[in-house]
């Protein structure tokens, strides 16, 4: 999956990368064939055609298929659902996992998303929708969830989904969002802290840590919706929030003693 984390996000256990970048095979790569125009003669069709043989697979499609299933969801209104078919299909999305009663990261995170919806401003809803599914579906009624909404300022575009554990444990994995532990899978406290985005038409995506700056998670959602001809760089991109210099950052690394790292075939 292409994209990243934030620069400045502190080392935590929600924020597993190393699983998560394991799990998150959404951005397929394809290779596209080519065909040589002989000397003199006009272009021949690719030899796949002439065989009959299939050609490359369609991305988007292939996605779908293998990573975005679709089980139905109940918002925080009350209202049945399909992930695929009415959050998905043909848009932009933001999909993060969290639960009502997390101490740990998921208020800060949700914080952040909330701070996200507000400077998309009217691109919300309209150009982007925030997905947030519970792991804690027996308790996070839509009751539960719409009051968690409505503490954090959810608005339009913005849906709190709970539905079935096991349609919930597959979106998760589908997604890529689970540890290869499988003790530390098994405990949703230490449940990967991550933004995934995804432009579903376009076959784009990618995540970022969930605890990264607001202004990042915006960032990078933008860079979902536009093409990457239109994507903002240079200055003007690392200004709107320049990475913060730690005492930390400025001691020197010491070189490693390479002798004492073990021998691999």
């Known amino acids: 999956m292409s994209g990243g984390t934030a620069g400045d996000v502190p080392r935590q256990r929600v924020a597993?990368?190393?699983?998560?970048?394991?799990?998150l095979v959404l951005l397929i790569v394809f290779a596209a064939g080519c065909s040589e125009h002989p000397a003199g003669g006009e272009a021949q069709p690719?030899?796949?055609r002439v065989a009959g043989a299939p050609g490359p697979p369609d991305r988007v499609a292939l996605i779908r298929d293998q990573h975005l299933p679709n089980v139905e969801l109940t918002t925080q209104e009350g209202r049945k659902v399909r992930f695929y078919d009415d959050l998905v299909k043909g848009k932009v999305v933001a999909i993060n996992f969290m639960f009502a009663t997390c101490r740990?990261?998921?208020?800060?995170?949700?914080?952040?998303?909330a701070e996200v919806q507000d400077a998309l401003g009217e691109r919300m809803g309209r150009d982007v929708t925030l997905l947030s599914i519970s792991l804690d579906p027996e308790r996070d009624t839509p009751e539960v969830l719409r009051g968690y909404a409505q503490a954090h300022g959810a608005k339009p575009g913005w849906y709190f989904l709970t539905g079935k554990r096991d349609d919930i444990?597959?979106?998760?994995?589908?997604?890529g969002a689970y540890e290869l532990d499988p003790i530390l899978d098994a405990d949703k406290t230490q449940h990967a802290g991550i933004v995934i985005l995804g432009n579903e038409p376009r076959g784009r995506w990618k995540a970022i840590a969930a605890l990264s700056k607001p202004v990042r998670i915006r960032q990078a959602i933008e860079r979902t919706i536009l093409p990457v001809t239109q994507w903002?760089?240079?200055?003007?991109?690392?200004n709107e929030a320049p990475y913060e210099e730690s005492e930390a950052s400025k001691r020197l690394v010491e070189?490693?003693?390479?002798?004492?790292?073990?021998?691999?075939?």
């Open 169 to 175: 444990e597959l979106l998760r994995r589908k997604l």
């Open 232 to 238: 903002p760089t240079g200055e003007a991109v690392v």
């Open 46 to 48: 690719p030899a796949s």
């Open 255 to 265: 070189p490693a003693d390479l002798s004492r790292l073990p021998l691999r075939d």
């Open 104 to 113: 740990k990261a998921c208020p800060a995170a949700t914080q952040n998303l």
């Open 16 to 23: 597993a990368a190393p699983a998560v970048a394991a799990g």
